[in-house]
């Protein structure tokens, strides 16, 4: 059973920048694209990024293209998201997530709980 846990979320200015950090259990990373879906207030959870078991494949949201980028160390077995130029748009709150459809936009089988992101104009 994957548990994932995020961290590093936290209030900046429009323009800055944050670095959220998924740590998952076990000693081996499964063979799971892994991403990251956001739920700003008042609406829908929405996808945002998946990255492919390898690192090989990559799928961002036209909304974070060209400003957020994802990676993955499996000997850390934790996925990271860099986010530069934050938008107040980018209010949300971030979820990490796993599972087989994640590249094509399908939510995770598996989640974590969740790390604000705060963008002030």
């Known amino acids: 059973q994957v548990q994932l846990a995020e961290s590093g979320g936290g209030s900046v200015q429009a323009g800055g920048s944050l670095r959220l950090s998924c740590a998952a259990s076990g000693r081996i990373f499964g063979n799971y694209a892994m991403g990251w879906f956001r739920q700003p207030p008042g609406k829908e959870r929405e996808f945002v990024v998946g990255i492919s078991w390898s690192g090989g494949s990559t799928r961002y949201a036209d909304s974070v293209k060209g400003r957020f980028t994802i990676s993955r160390d499996n000997a850390k077995n934790t996925v990271y998201l860099q986010m530069n130029s934050l938008q107040p748009a980018d209010t949300a709150v971030y979820y990490c997530?796993?599972?087989?459809?994640?590249?094509?936009?399908?939510?995770?089988?598996?989640w974590g709980q969740g790390t604000q992101v705060t963008v002030s104009s």
């Open positions: 997530t796993a599972g087989p459809g994640i590249l094509h936009g399908y939510r995770g089988d598996y």
